[in-house]
């Protein structure tokens, strides 16, 4: 009797599922915009789009944002004077590097006007920082001046021995690329943008009323879809039919080195470069770290964000160079990124039938993507798309990094009615629960230690997590109403935990 | 205006080393003491150390971690002495006014007579180890695992490669075989253990864990979990000979490659930082280049047994008395130098004319030396050592004569043949 209630219950419950299904299939929502990638391009094409009366969803593979190049770069808003002159990199470079210092204000990130320099090692550098020069001056860069050692040994007194001259740069700055990009998706969501996770493209079907983007069996359906996958950019392309450029991923390597070591150099300093990118480049970070690479290494592996032992001894052996004094022994961690370099030397953005390219996004990406997001904008008005402004636009975002930069006195105000922000979870940074709790309430929420660390920078210290992270993982359990076993690194098989001791 | 306390003595950390000091500072009469831990209980890292072997030199007898530990709070309870939990300091100046906070009070700050820095250390993570390849989960230091297994009571994986072999390794080569884990090795880089010789014996020997030593990981494997290693032997200058490397299938890394003593607060407060131990530079009674600031436990130097930590807490809780007290120092001033076999010694300075214990570690395995102190090339104090090893922690006692003897203001501890 009790056996057949159930069954007879399991089959009423799949057949309402089944009757939702079809219902959920037959009114799907037909959205206006579909993002595909959810890194900084993304986000900020999402955040632009989201100040108009516009249904944006923004389709990311990953358990995060800011999973791709987006997390793994040098951290640079250049001033914009290596792009080609005319090229879309050199416009976009100059126009959002001009936008930059505004546009974190807005969203609450940490951005640095500090100033880079390129340096010379011979005479043969001296012309090419002359012909930078040239190039910066004809894109429309302000400032630039190329100096002697006495005067770079004035701006930069750690410079290395063999520098002969530099190139001063006074509008490059720095930013944190992640932090950027998860202000921007979450101040899309904030206008009502929709982030699907764990969402990998798998085919792209046209249709009448404009694009079916499928993961698996799951599909979204949207009026036009804007291509932000990065150095997945040419499959997703494919995808819609498109076969005219190939995204091949660029490996660079990483060191990152202890806050005791931040204030080595205040520039960012860059060797020449070759026609494999800006060379290794020295520079502090907005967080006052110091940060050494990249390498520059085409390869095959779209995955393949795994260091080397020769591409950290060349990190260290060029950044030596450029700057004297550098302690390894301050190393907090070494990674590597995966640049998107594009088949055709130029940023590839386009437009055709409601299918939007923004691909081969390599640097000067992150100094370029608030512009590219306009550009994207601007892209969607001529191919006919009406834009009315949003009724009660938010454009500021509060950022998870507002506590840490109260007085004691207004720091204490707060604690008294939330006494978890006086609870200090991560000791290197001094990160409270309190924080971690916010980070974990803000859109886009994380689902893991990783992005616990990368919003509050709990664990981002010289421990590394080795202390914080045991309690973050409780945090997340709790918040997530998960077992603390569920909680994994950074999504998939990346458990911390493989299960209960005594099991 | 924040809140503002005045204490006579504040010790920051309510570990052995802290909770010692406080004892013995209420036991030479002082009573206006606070203690400030961070974490919810007292204790400090003994808490999750649940095997046995401590407090053979102090109490004659085999404890665990936390019953060491609940030696002194037993005392601390019975003395009323007062201290907080989940406080974390987070700034101390050169004129002893610290700030802390905690859920209760905010952020206050308190002036203190002295303090003592107890903050112990914490473990060198994997990044400042550089090794090559994926950054997957499964890699962790020993004591985050130890973490993660006695007190969370969480199994970090099942199929463990080691590398380093610093005690807290060791322990956690035992304790992941005894939940059911399989060790497959640990391996060590330089040609000896750093950690005590009971230790191989008794987790690794009795487990048949294999110790490769002048071993090391050069690359870790796996997209999002571990999925193995390669391992390879280094040669004299602990470069991989790259034709033995081997891949070792595992789905854990422990590391147990140096502690490092937790001396950010110690930096806030402009004290003198020692290279070598990358403790605070301090002289008998363990007072620090800033008046009236003191350093014990492992955030002065990491010791090997925590008896001597209490041992040392204590000598640097009469420093601090006497200082609150007003009774001067000064009557001597010697630095202490070494000569590199000798490591470091601790103190680095001597400030009193009164018999002083030398703690000092070596720099390799060496077989019967002389351990000899100098002063302006004459030996004043030379003893036979038959063996000395990094891994163990070595005391010298120098006498109040001796150091009567001393000219030049400087002495140099050596081992001689």
Known sequence: MCYNTDIKEFYYIRYIHVIFDLISIEVDIMHDICIIGAGVVGGCVAR?????????????????????????????????????????????????????????????????????????????????????????????????????????????????????????????????????????????????????????????????????????????????????????????????????????????????????????????????????????????????????????????????????????????????????????GGTITSFTGLRATGSVG????????????????????????????????????????????????????????????LSNDEKNEIIKEHPEYAHIICRCETISEGEILEAIRTNPKPHDLDGVKRRTRSGMGRCQGGFCAPYVVELLAKELGCDYQDITKFGGESYINIGKTKE | MIKRIKKELVIVGGGPAGMSAAVAAYERGLRDILILERDNALGGILRQCIHNGFGLHR????????????????????????????????????????????????????????????????????????????RPSGVYTAGTAQKYVNMKGYMPGKRVVILGSGDIGLIMARRMTLEGAKVECVCELMPYSGGLARNIEQCLNDFDIPLLLSHTVIEIHGKERVTGVTIAKVDENRRPIMDTARFIECDTLLLSCGLIPENELTRSAGITIDRVTNGAVVDGSRETDVKGIFACGNVLHVHDLVDYVSEEAEICACGAVDFIRGQAKGEADINIRTDGKVRYTVPRKLTEIKDTTLYFRVSDIFRDVRLTVKSADRVILSKKKQKLAPGEMETVTISADVIREIKNGEITVSLEA
């Open chain 1, 48 to 328: 632009e789009l989201m100040k108009y009366k516009l249904d944006v969803v923004i389709a990311e593979k990953m358990g995060d944002v800011a999973m791709g190049a987006t997390k793994a770069n040098s951290a640079i808003v250049h001033a914009g004077f290596d792009a080609k002159e005319g090229s879309l990199k050199a416009k976009l470079n100059v126009r959002g590097s001009k936008m930059m210092e505004e546009y974190c204000r807005e969203l609450g990130v940490k951005y640095k006007n500090n100033g880079s320099l390129v340096l010379g090692f011979n005479d043969d550098d001296r012309e090419t920082l002359n012909a930078l020069m040239q190039r910066g001056i004809a894109n429309g860069v302000e400032g630039l001046r190329v100096v002697d050692r006495d005067e770079v040994l004035k701006l930069e007194p750690n410079i290395g021995d063999e520098v002969v001259a530099a190139l001063v740069a006074p509008t490059g700055g720095i930013v944190c690329p992640y932090e950027l990009c998860m202000a921007a998706v979450g101040n899309a969501m904030d206008n009502g943008a929709e982030l699907k996770l764990n969402f990998p493209v798998t085919r792209i079907e046209k249709t009448e009323k404009g694009y079916k983007v499928y993961s698996g069996d799951e599909f979204i359906e949207a009026e036009i879809v804007i291509n932000c996958a990065g150095v997945y950019s040419d499959d997703v392309a494919r995808m819609a039919g498109d076969s005219s450029f190939t995204v091949t991923p660029r490996r660079g390597e990483y060191i990152l080195l202890d806050k005791e070591w931040g204030t080595l150099v205040s520039h960012t300093v860059f060797q020449c470069p070759s026609k494999m990118g800006k060379g290794i480049l020295v520079t502090p970070t907005v967080d006052g770290n110091l940060l050494l690479g990249p390498t520059a290494e085409d390869i095959s592996d779209k995955e393949d964000t795994s260091t080397t032992a020769s591409g950290i001894e060349t990190v260290k052996r060029m950044a030596s160079r450029s700057v004297s004094g550098l302690n390894f």
């Open chain 1, 346 to 405: 130029d940023f590839i953005i386009n437009c055709k039938d409601g299918f939007v390219n923004c691909a081969g996004i390599e640097s000067p990406g992150l100094s370029s993507a608030p512009a590219i997001a306009e550009y994207v904008r601007d892209l969607l008005i001529e191919s006919g798309v009406r834009l009315t402004p949003r009724e009660n636009h938010i454009s500021k975002r509060k950022p998870l990094h507002a506590f840490r930069e």
């Open chain 2, 59 to 134: 109490f004659g007898e085999e404890l665990t971690g936390p019953e060491y530990a609940h030696r002194y709070i037993e005392k601390v309870l019975e003395y009323k002495i007062p201290y907080m939990l989940e406080t974390m300091v987070t700034g101390i100046d050169k004129n002893r006014i610290l700030t802390a906070q905690n859920c209760k009070e905010g952020i206050f700050e308190i002036e203190a007579g002295a303090i003592i820095l107890a903050m112990g250390c914490r473990e060198r993570p994997k990044g400042a180890l550089n090794i090559a390849g994926t």
